[in-house]
T-cell receptor, first 111, second 113 residues
Framework: KAGVTQTPRYLIKTRGQQVTLSCSPISGHRSVSWYQQTPGQGLQFLFEYFSETQRNKGNFPGRFSGRQFSNSRSEMNVSTLELGDSALYLC??????????FGEGSWLTVV | AQSVTQPDIHITVSEGASLELRCNYSYGATPYLFWYVQSPGQGLQLLLKYFSGDTLVQGIKGFEAEFKRSQSSFNLRKPSVHWSDAAEYFCAVGALGGFKTIFGAGTRLFVKA
């Protein structure tokens, strides 16, 4: 069974631009979560989607948004990028027993 | 308030020595407990999980963890550490019913020869 797939793996953006990251969960998983990881702040929860509905949300500004499609694939978008948005963005899908499985992440650098 | 505490930011052990990483949690619902490992530049890999039953759970790579309800702890152990175990380790707690999974701040493990 394929794992969680995230694209792109690496990207560089300029301040003020927007970015969209994509995530394909493990087949059959209906819950997808997004996390931001930085050296200073650690692993921070962005939001979780379940059956196309946002079920949980972290404490991030409205520039961070997401959505989930009927096939459970998810995207997250960050608008008006700031230097501080440079981070590893991790997607995870949830299986039985609320077990979370992570993708390899998307490295975003904002210059 | 729901929280997960990993008291040690980093730990250094000698190769071949035993390891114990601490994790304490505070969670309103009946918790499900997890340990993950992250190698540099990689995503998080599930090491082991506890849902119910035997409080000592075995995971991959020779790791085990023990759930102690009275102490709200879920410490990770390995009897003999290998250089390849150097990584960051995250404890997490979740529950059924849409409760958000919460992660600790992580403990970075250094292994010296």
């Amino acid at each position: 069974k394929a794992g969680v797939t995230q694209t792109p793996r690496y990207l560089i953006k300029t301040r003020g631009q927007q970015v969209t990251l994509s995530c394909s969960p493990i087949s059959g998983h209906r819950s997808v979560s997004w996390y931001q990881q930085t050296p200073g702040q650690g692993l921070q929860f962005l939001f979780e989607y379940f059956s196309e509905t946002q079920r949980n949300k972290g404490n991030f500004p409205g520039r961070f948004s997401g959505r989930q499609f009927s096939n459970s694939r998810s995207e997250m978008n960050v608008s008006t990028l700031e230097l501080g948005d440079s981070a590893l963005y991790l997607c995870a899908s949830m299986g039985t027993g609320n077990t979370i499985y992570f993708g390899e992440g998307s490295w975003l650098t904002v210059v | 308030a729901q929280s997960v505490t990993q008291p040690d930011i980093h730990i250094t052990v000698s190769e071949g020595a035993s390891l114990e990483l601490r994790c304490n949690y505070s969670y309103g619902a009946t918790p499900y407990l997890f340990w993950y490992v992250q190698s540099p530049g990689q995503g998080l890999q599930l090491l082991l999980k506890y849902f119910s039953g035997d409080t000592l759970v075995q995971g991959i790579k020779g790791f085990e963890a023990e759930f102690k309800r009275s102490q709200s702890s879920f410490n990770l152990r390995k009897p003999s550490v290998h250089w390849s175990d150097a990584a960051e380790y995250f404890c997490a707690v979740g529950a059924l019913g849409g409760f958000k999974t919460i992660f600790g701040a992580g403990t970075r493990l250094f292994v010296k020869a």
